[in-house]
C-alpha cells in the first residue's frame, strides 16, 4: 500500500491546475452563451423571450450532474466524440451560460430605463444602446453576484469525473484509493479549494460594499 | 430512441425519488433548526462563539459539497465513527445547507433595527422572547425567499450523493443505465423528474412562505412608512 507523500500531494496540486483551467474555459464559453440567452431574455420578440426563460428555468431546476450528463450524451448522440477535457468544459458551459444568463438579465434590468429613451433620442441603434449606454454600467452592476457565482463554478467542477476527467476531486479520489488516509487527502483538497474560493468570495463581497457605496452618493 | 427497457425499472426510479425526497426533507428541517441555533449562539454568547460559527460557515460555503461528503464517508471512519451512505449523504448535507441557511438567516436578523430589541426589551420580554418573536420571525419572513432557493438547490445537490453509492434518484439512475445500456433515455427521464420536483418544491415553498408569514406584507408596507417618513 502506498503512503501519502511528495508524489502524492504533487499530483494533487497539478489537478488543481486542471480544475482552474476548467473553470477559465467553462467560464469563458459559457459566458458567451449566457450573455446572448440575457440578450435574448430581453428581447421584443415574444417568442425569442420565453424561450430563453424557458431555457433557464429548465438547467436552473435540474441538478448539474444531470446537466453534465444529458449533454455529454446528447452530444455524444449527435455523434461528437470530444476528448473528456473539452466533453467537461462544455458541459460545465451549459450550466454556467444559465445562471450567468439570469445574473446579466437582472443587471441589465437594474439599469433605469431613462438610459433607453435618452440613448434612442440620440439616434442610437439598439445595438449601440447596449455597446455604448447600458452594458457599460450593467457590467458594473453585475460583477459582484458573478464573481459569487465563479466560487459556485470552481465548486461545481468537483462532479465532472462523471464525464471522465481527472481534475482535483478525482485526483483525490485516486490518491484515497491508493493510500486509505482520506483524512490527509481530502483536507489538503479541501485546502486547496478553499484557497481558490475564499478569496473570490471575499472579493465578491467587498465589491458589493464598494457598488452600494457609490450608489447611495 | 427506447424508453421501454428504462420504464420497466421504474421501481428502482421510484424509490429513488423517494430517497431524494426524503433526505431533502429531512436536511432542510435539520439544516434549518442547525442553522437557527448557530445564529442565536453567534448573536447571543459571545465573540468566540460568534468567530466559530462564521468560520464554521465560511468553511462550508468555500468548499465543493462533494469533498464535505467525501470527508465524512472516508474520513469519519479513520476515527472510528462508521455510517452508512445514507447517513453519511443526510449529515453533510444537514452541515452544508446548516451553514448556507446562517448566513441568509444571519443576514435578515441583521436587518432587524436596533429599535426593535429596544422595543421588545422595554415591553418586559426576556432576551430569549426578544429573540424568538421580535428577531428570528421577522427575518425568517424577510429572507424566506433566499432560503426556499437555497432548499431548491440542496435538493438537486443531493444527486451529489450517488458518489458514494448512495440510491437517490441519481444513484438509482446510474444502476438503470447499467442493466438497461440505456443512458441518454435514462437521463432524460430523470432529468424530467428532478425538474418536475424541483419546480413542486418551489411551488410549495411559495405557499408555505405565505401560510407561516401571513404578516410579511403588511410588514414591508410598514418599512416603507418607516423609510418615507
Same mark, same amino acid.
Given at each position: 500500500m502506498q503512503t501519502f507523500g511528495w508524489p502524492e500531494a504533487m499530483f494533487i496540486f497539478r489537478a488543481a491546475g486542471w480544475t482552474l483551467l476548467l473553470t477559465v474555459i467553462s467560464f469563458a464559453i459559457g459566458s458567451i452563451i449566457g450573455g446572448a440567452f440575457a440578450i435574448m431574455r430581453l428581447s421584443r420578440i415574444k417568442l425569442v423571450r420565453n424561450f430563453a426563460a424557458t431555457y433557464i428555468l429548465v438547467i436552473q431546476s435540474i441538478p448539474v450532474l444531470m446537466v453534465l450528463f444529458m449533454s455529454y450524451y446528447g452530444l455524444s448522440i449527435i455523434g461528437i466524440e470530444l476528448p473528456p477535457f473539452f466533453a467537461a468544459s462544455a458541459s460545465l458551459a451549459v450550466y454556467v451560460s444559465a445562471y450567468l444568463a439570469e445574473i446579466w438579465r437582472g443587471s441589465i434590468e437594474s439599469v433605469p430605463f431613462q438610459q433607453w429613451e435618452a440613448s434612442s433620442s440620440l439616434a442610437h441603434s439598439p445595438a449601440q444602446t447596449y455597446r455604448y449606454v447600458i452594458l457599460p454600467q450593467a457590467i458594473r452592476i453585475s460583477l459582484p453576484p458573478t464573481v459569487g457565482f465563479l466560487v459556485q463554478l470552481v465548486k461545481n467542477t468537483?462532479? $465532472?469525473? $462523471? $464525464?471522465?476527467f481527472v481534475e482535483l476531486s478525482r485526483a483525490g479520489q485516486l490518491v484515497n484509493n491508493a493510500t486509505f488516509q482520506a483524512f490527509q487527502v481530502f483536507s489538503l483538497v479541501a485546502v486547496i479549494y478553499f484557497a481558490i474560493c475564499f478569496p473570490l468570495s471575499r472579493l465578491s463581497r467587498h465589491l458589493e460594499k464598494v457598488m452600494n457605496a457609490s450608489r447611495s452618493h | 430512441m427506447q424508453f421501454d427497457p428504462v420504464l420497466a425499472e421504474s421501481d428502482l426510479i421510484l424509490s429513488g425519488i423517494w430517497l431524494t425526497i426524503w433526505l431533502s426533507a429531512s436536511a432542510i428541517v435539520l439544516g434549518c433548526s442547525l442553522a437557527v441555533l448557530l445564529v442565536a449562539l453567534r448573536t447571543l454568547a459571545g465573540r468566540w462563539a460568534g468567530i466559530v460559527v462564521d468560520a464554521y460557515v465560511e468553511l462550508m460555503r468555500n468548499t465543493p459539497f462533494l469533498i464535505q461528503l467525501f470527508m465524512i464517508f472516508f474520513g469519519l471512519p479513520l476515527l472510528g465513527i462508521r455510517m452508512s451512505g445514507v447517513e453519511a449523504a443526510l449529515l453533510t448535507m444537514t452541515l452544508n445547507l446548516g451553514a448556507y441557511s446562517t448566513e441568509i438567516i444571519r443576514a435578515g436578523v441583521e436587518s432587524i433595527h436596533r429599535s426593535q430589541f429596544e422595543a421588545g426589551v422595554s415591553l418586559a420580554l426576556s432576551r430569549r422572547q426578544v429573540f424568538q418573536y421580535v428577531v428570528l420571525q421577522p427575518a425568517f419572513a424577510r429572507v424566506w425567499p433566499a432560503l426556499s432557493s437555497q432548499f431548491v438547490l440542496m435538493m438537486l445537490a443531493s444527486s451529489i450523493c450517488s458518489f458514494i453509492s448512495v440510491q437517490e434518484l441519481s444513484g438509482a439512475a446510474a444502476i438503470v443505465e447499467q442493466r438497461t445500456f440505456r443512458s441518454f433515455e435514462t437521463y432524460i427521464i430523470v432529468t424530467a423528474v428532478y425538474l418536475v420536483m424541483a419546480l413542486s418544491l418551489k411551488v410549495f415553498l411559495l405557499w408555505l412562505g405565505r401560510k407561516l408569514f401571513p404578516q410579511v406584507s403588511g410588514l414591508s408596507r410598514l418599512d416603507a412608512k418607516a423609510e418615507a417618513a
Open positions: 468537483s462532479i $465532472v469525473s $462523471v $464525464v471522465g | -
